[in-house]
Structure formats: C-alpha cells, structure tokens
C-alpha cells in the first residue's frame, strides 16, 4: 500500500436547502478534529432548529475515515445518516461532519424519498464549501549549536516546515513539523544535524 501524504476535507462551513412535498432539509458540513466537535455541532444546530423534528448526521475521522458513523435520529433505519454518510465517502473526504435538519411538511416521502432528500441536502452543502487536501506531517527534533541555527532555519524554509517549539540553552533545540511528502528529503540534507523523528504530542 503507497504511504499516504495528505488528505481531502472541507475548507470551511458549507449550508443548503432541499425541499420536497413542503419538507425542508437543511443541510450542513463541517471540517471536524475531535469527537468534541461533533458533540458542539449537533448541540448548535439543536438550539438553532428547536422546532425540527430531525437533526441526522453522519461524520468521518481519521486520515483515511478510519471513524465513521451516521444517525437516522428517528428516522426510519438507513433513510437518513447514511445516505448522509455515502456522500461523504463519495466525494472521498474525511475529517467532516455532515448533518441535515428536517422540518416535516404534512406529507411522507417514503424511505426512497427520504434518501433522496438526504443525499441531496448533503451534496449541495458540500458544493456550497471547497474540498482540500491537507498535508499529512511529521514531527522533528533538532538540536544544534547557535553557529549552525541559521541553516535550521534555511532547512526549516526550504522544507516548507513550521516551527512549533524553540529553545536556546547551551544548544538550540527546535521542534518542527515537515510536510510528510519531503521528509526523506529533508532527513537527507538535515544529515549533519542532531535530528530526532518524533510523535506529535
């Protein structure tokens, strides 16, 4: 399997309205971190629609959406979060959550025509946001005397990495983070340097 550099999600909040036989579907995505931001999210939109009847949702974590999970929230089984879930995966993104607010018109739409409403509240939120790739990255130490500390800084640039942690003692230690993809290339010209591989903390 070929080693992963980055990832697709979505740039910023995307909204939509689908309506069908006077139903509204009001449907939403947002880039997520943590199971936290899921919980934050489905708890706003609650305050935002008391009145509706269902708040669905599906959401996917994890570089390759190795968390995933959707919510028909009374609904009928299969009618609603995965249809939310399917569009999700179809556009390949991770790191998001898809929910979409119903408001019930007076008429039944019938399972097919729940998952049709589903599906297209959440494609045109997500064609009311931008899809990206992140990169992906890895996490260094290096240590050196502050003779040498402007090279760190030229590798530091030339690998487009960033900062996260500096220290000055009797030696600099930086703590930086290097795009996944040029990380062999960075090793190779970071070769005279003290460099340690980390984890991120």
């Given at each position: ?81 995965l249809p ?58 290096i240590k ?9 800084f030229q ?47």
């Amino acid at each position: 399997m070929n080693e992963s550099f980055n990832y697709k999600t979505v740039k910023h909040e995307g909204e939509s309205l689908f309506k069908d036989k006077n139903s509204k579907f009001y449907g939403y995505i947002f880039p997520i971190e943590t199971e936290d931001d899921i919980k934050r999210h489905i708890e706003i939109l609650r305050q935002k629609h008391p009145k509706a009847r269902h708040v669905c949702y599906a959401y996917r974590l994890g570089v390759n959406g190795e968390t995933e999970r959707a919510n028909d929230d009374g609904e009928p089984n299969g009618s609603a979060g995965l249809p939310i879930l399917n569009q999700l995966k179809s556009f390949d993104i991770t790191n998001v959550i898809g929910l979409v607010v119903r408001y019930f018109g007076g008429t039944k739409l019938g399972v097919s025509g729940l998952i049709h409403a589903y599906k297209e509240a959440t494609l045109l939120a997500i064609d009311n946001t931008a899809v990206v790739e992140k990169d992906l990255f890895s996490y260094f130490s290096i240590k050196t005397d502050y003779e040498h500390a402007n090279h760190v800084f030229q590798l530091i640039g030339k690998f487009e990495g960033k900062i996260i942690e500096q220290t000055y003692l009797k030696e600099s230690l930086f703590k930086i983070e290097i795009p996944l993809r040029l990380k062999l290339q960075f090793l190779l010209e970071a070769s005279t340097f003290h460099v340690l591989d980390i984890e991120e903390e």
